[in-house]
């Protein structure tokens, strides 16, 4: 089949780490000529990050929730709603007349997933983490072909503007935080435990605080006369991540790998609950490569993240980071895509 007349539905997301490998995939099928739908959630982000965007077909926002930590009645119910709505995918699907489907996990996929399996169309996996989601585990045999750049070393698609603006670290004189999509309170304190410290030392903090926790961290560099570049969430992260020397960071997927392109040395503070612990051993795969430190959050010291933020050999970091990534990742898995499907 031509190029051209490919038509691909990409679903998934719930949080950001999963909408960014739709959005970066998304516009990788764009250059080339090609419009994807996108199936989601009601429930979640997705609604937020594809609603208004233009680079999809269609959208459509299915009502799929969680199923993983309902127990006895309340999961089958919820199983019972992912069949009903995998039978609308279904027809979604058959409508659009799609080639393939594109998951990036998380419950939003479910639907469109189960329904590719059922009308035997192609179903791509990208997983962004080091332990397999449930959904992912669960579907990966059924898969063509599953992306994942712990398990098979697939770049990891980054959108290009980290790369453009990367930039060796040699000094220290501006600090990011990052609490991920939704913001981290852990993070947030330790921001503004250190902030003191580093107004002292004339470092710079760039500051994000997730929606929830916003007013509080503003208010709280208001009061001590702290000068902070802070905000819940940016649309411009690389402009941000660019100007900052080292990162204080959840260890989600995307932003790790962002950080990784651009080379900015890091100390990755896990979130705990993550399903297998998954965000400790996406950082440790840094962390073995002295790309990077991980600090669990319950074993937090100021001294030794102090320590680190001004003892470390900051270019020795950023080279290797400079050596870990791999560009062009969402060139390759659309590469990967097209070449399976003509085989
Ligand atoms: C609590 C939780 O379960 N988190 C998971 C979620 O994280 P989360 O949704 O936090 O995802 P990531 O940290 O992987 O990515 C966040 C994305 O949002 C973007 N961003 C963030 C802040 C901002 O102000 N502007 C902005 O654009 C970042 O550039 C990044 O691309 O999905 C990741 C990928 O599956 C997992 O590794 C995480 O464990």
């Given at each position: 089949?031509?190029n051209k007349k490919l038509k691909i ?17 998304k516009?990788e099928l764009n250059k080339r000529g090609l419009k994807p ?18 680079g999809?077909s ?276 659309v590469?990967?895509?097209i ?5």
């Amino acid at each position: 089949m031509e190029n051209k007349k490919l038509k691909i539905a990409i679903t998934g997301g719930g949080t950001g780490g999963h909408l960014k490998i739709a959005k970066v995939i998304k516009e990788e099928l764009n250059k080339r000529g090609l419009k994807p739908i996108y199936i989601g959630s009601t429930n979640g982000a997705d609604k937020k990050w594809f609603e208004k965007d233009m680079g999809f077909s269609k959208k459509y926002f299915l009502s799929s929730k969680g199923v993983v930590n309902k127990k006895g009645l309340n999961k089958i119910i919820s199983l019972i709603n992912i069949f009903k709505l995998s039978l609308k995918a279904k027809k979604i699907l058959q409508q659009n007349k799609i080639n393939a489907v594109f998951s990036v996990g998380g419950y939003s996929a479910a639907p469109a997933s189960f329904a590719a399996l059922l009308l035997n169309r192609p179903l791509f996996i990208h997983e962004q983490n080091a332990y397999i989601g449930s959904l992912n585990k669960l579907l990966k045999p059924f898969s063509k072909r599953f992306f994942s750049t712990f398990l098979y070393n697939d770049p990891y698609p980054v959108e290009e503007i980290f790369f453009e603006k990367k930039r060796i670290r040699k000094e220290l004189k501006t600090v990011i935080f990052l609490g991920g999509s939704q913001g981290a309170v852990a993070i947030n304190n330790l921001a503004i435990s250190l902030a003191p410290i580093l107004k002292e030392k004339n470092i710079n903090i760039i500051h994000q605080t997730g929606k929830k926790d916003y007013e509080r961290i503003k208010e709280f560099y208001e009061k001590n006369a702290i000068n902070a570049d802070i905000f819940d969430f940016s649309k411009n992260l690389a402009d941000k991540i660019t100007k900052a020397d080292f990162a204080i960071s959840r260890a989600g997927a995307s932003t790790m790998f962002e950080l990784v392109a651009n080379n900015i040395p890091a100390i990755f503070i896990p979130y705990p609950y993550a399903a297998g612990d998954h965000q400790y051993y996406n950082a440790r795969f840094l962390e073995e490569k002295n790309a990077g430190f991980v600090i669990r959050e319950e074993k937090i010291k100021k001294e030794k993240i102090l320590e680190i933020l001004f003892h470390s050999n900051l270019e020795e970091i950023s080279k290797n980071l400079s050596k870990t990534v791999q560009k062009n990742g969402a060139e390759f898995i659309v590469d990967e895509i097209i070449k399976t499907l003509h085989q």
